[in-house]
């Protein structure tokens, strides 16, 4: 009779258990995140457009009257946050513009009772995302490029799918979403203007460069692809 023990199951199979328990374990959780925040309608579905207390028209405010981006949302150059303008900024036009419109009841509450209006947030990244507004239109990234053409909006929605494989387009290769730092808030800019371009750049148009974005990438000092898609960058 032979010494050696009997096994009812092969070797493999305590390994197999093993996997097929923790796979028990695991993919629920992956799938509260997925599903819970991944595909979160305010982190991934394009054309999000939650309503507003306040009808406020960018395409009027910021289309037909031109008011530049920064006017409103002031820390967008300096901070992680763009900032959501204080009651203040509205009430410098609307104390003598349509002062009494039922539109603005929430303004005149806002600004009378020191309450701030409550806007609903659109573009919504979840808090495991970190996103510094400063580092991007520093380096040369035009609102439009996360944001859509605001400008166009008449109710604000979220005009990019903001998920990981979109950011990444980018992160991977930058160069061709560039354009000069001083343009980052004219979302009717464009490259084709070469006489601007070379202003904006402090050059001529002789000397204009064959490749912008190569050349916007090493004047602002943008790192490569390796770091900007390091996990820790984006993921604290």
């Not at 009772?113 to 609903?120: A, E, I, L, R, S």
């Not at 380096?139 to 439009?144: D, H, N, T, V």
């Not at 980018?170 to 490259?191: G, I, K, Q, S, Y």
């Not at 070379?198 to 000092?221: F, M, Q, V």
């Amino acid at each position: 009779m032979s010494d050696r023990p009997f096994f009812v199951f092969p070797r493999w199979s305590d390994t197999a258990t093993k996997i097929i328990l923790a796979a028990a374990v695991l993919i629920p959780v992956y799938l509260v995140i997925l599903l819970g925040y991944g595909a979160n309608a305010r982190t991934l579905n394009v054309n999000y457009q939650p309503i507003q207390p306040v009808a406020y028209s960018h395409a009027f405010h910021a289309g037909k009257l031109g008011i530049n981006c920064q006017y409103c949302h002031t820390d967008v150059k300096r901070a992680a946050f763009a900032a959501l303008p204080p009651t203040q900024t509205c009430i410098n036009c609307h104390a003598a513009i349509a002062p009494h419109s039922a539109a603005l009841a929430w303004i005149r509450k806002s600004y009378k009772t020191g309450m701030p209006v409550p806007w609903k947030k659109v573009n919504d990244l979840p808090d495991y995302v970190y996103f510094n507004h400063a580092a991007h239109v520093n380096a040369g990234i035009s609102c439009l490029i996360c944001h859509g053409h605001v400008n166009e909006m008449t109710q604000v929605y979220q005009a990019k799918p903001l998920n990981m494989a979109w950011c990444l387009q980018c992160h991977r290769d930058p160069a061709p979403f560039l354009r000069p730092r001083n343009e980052v808030t004219n979302l009717n800019w464009t490259p084709a203007n070469k006489t601007r371009l070379a202003k904006d750049l402090g050059l001529t148009t002789a000397t204009l460069p064959k490749n912008l974005g190569k050349y916007l990438e090493k004047r602002y000092h943008i790192p490569n692809s390796k770091l900007l898609t390091d996990c820790e960058l984006c993921h604290h």
